[in-house]
């Protein structure tokens, strides 16, 4: 048997509402690379139905 125990502290019990989480403002580096990723995606639609799919038919 061990020579002492840790008792079990129950967590407190909440009362009232949940505060609203505040979203945080975005950093700059998030930013900086959201601009980049959208930009990405902007030119793979530009390039799945643009001037290059147009090129490739012409090859055939």
Same mark, same amino acid.
Do not use: T, Y
């Given at each position: 048997?061990?020579?002492?125990?840790?008792?079990?502290?129950?967590?407190?019990?909440?009362?009232?509402?949940?505060?609203?989480?505040?979203?945080?403002? !975005?950093?700059?580096?998030?930013?900086?690379? +959201? *601009?980049? %990723?959208? /930009? !990405?995606?902007?030119?793979?639609?530009?390039? +799945? *139905?643009? %001037?290059? /799919? !147009?090129?490739?038919?012409?090859?055939?």
């Amino acid at each position: 048997m061990p020579a002492f125990m840790f008792e079990k502290i129950s967590p407190p019990v909440r009362r009232g509402p949940i505060a609203p989480i505040v979203k945080k403002q !975005r950093g700059l580096i998030a930013q900086i690379l +959201g *601009s980049f %990723v959208a /930009a !990405r995606v902007r030119k793979s639609e530009r390039a +799945g *139905s643009g %001037v290059i /799919a !147009r090129n490739d038919s012409k090859r055939s």
